[in-house]
């Protein structure tokens, strides 16, 4: 994160994983959450597009059709107590 938004983070914890095709190809996808006190960042717009933060319940209405799958599993974590 730091090398490409300046954003240090504190812990990281393993969320879950899941298996998806890309290409033709089956590729198993490992998710994290991660947890921070800073409130900055810095965006390098030669490799990322736009960063803001998000509360999960007021997501944009565009997003990738795997942000669900990925805030089940972070869910699914936090009830297990293995997320950040």
């Known amino acids: 994160m730091f090398e490409e938004i300046g954003l240090k983070i504190d812990k990281v914890s393993f969320t879950g994983q899941y298996t998806t095709e890309f290409e033709g190809n089956k590729v198993?996808?490992?998710?994290?959450?991660?947890?921070?006190?800073?409130?900055?960042?810095?965006?390098?717009?030669?490799?990322?597009?736009?960063?803001?933060?998000?509360?999960?319940?007021?997501l944009p209405d565009q997003t990738s059709g795997t942000v669900d799958k990925i805030l089940d599993l972070h869910s699914e974590a936090i009830k297990r107590g293995l997320s950040v």
């Open 28 to 58: 198993d996808v490992l998710c994290f959450s991660a947890s921070t006190n800073a409130n900055n960042f810095s965006l390098n717009d030669q490799e990322i597009f736009g960063i803001d933060w998000f509360l999960t319940n007021n």
